[in-house]
């Protein structure tokens, strides 16, 4: 699959080298729940469309990457678990959830939108209407449920 403004890739390698960049998992993170969410896929090469065969989550990664999320976003809300593809190996697959009611940052302040396949930053005139879009009723993404007329008065 081909990363875009819903789905984005990284290798493993990028999580269990010696210093991991947490502060950009962290913004893309929060760059998907400005948007409309999405999910972030570790444990598979850019050029790749499963995992490297034999490929194992380190123990303790999963719950690692989440603390190092949520210390370092406001507004985010995860979701991740290890997953197996066809050829048996694992990755990790991260759900983040569009934040409809409040904006999301970095816990250093920053604000980030996901636009196609990027993260960019919202600056001061754009984080107006940031604000302005979460006021806003979204009808498209509310459920309805029928009610039967011998169910009201």
């Not at 569009?98 to 904006?103: F, G, K, L, P």
């Not at 920053?110 to 990027?118: F, G, S, T, V």
């Amino acid at each position: 699959m081909k990363e875009n403004s819903h789905w984005d890739k990284k290798s493993l390698k990028a999580l269990t080298k010696r210093n991991p960049d947490w502060e950009e998992f962290a913004k893309d993170c929060v760059c998907f729940a400005n948007a409309h969410g999405g999910t972030i896929v570790f444990g598979i090469e850019d050029d790749e469309s499963q995992p490297p065969n034999g490929q194992k989550i380190p123990d303790n990664l999963l719950s690692k990457l989440q603390k190092q999320i949520q210390g370092r976003t406001i507004n985010v809300s995860i979701i991740s678990q290890i997953k197996t593809a066809e050829n048996n190996a694992e990755y990790i697959e991260i759900l983040i959830k569009r934040n409809a009611s409040a904006i999301a940052s970095t816990s250093k302040g920053k604000y980030y939108i996901r636009i196609d396949d990027n993260c960019k930053p919202v600056l001061p005139d754009e984080l107006d209407h940031l604000f302005a879009d979460r006021g806003a009723y979204m009808w498209e993404t509310q459920t309805h449920q029928r009610i039967l007329q011998n169910n009201y008065d």
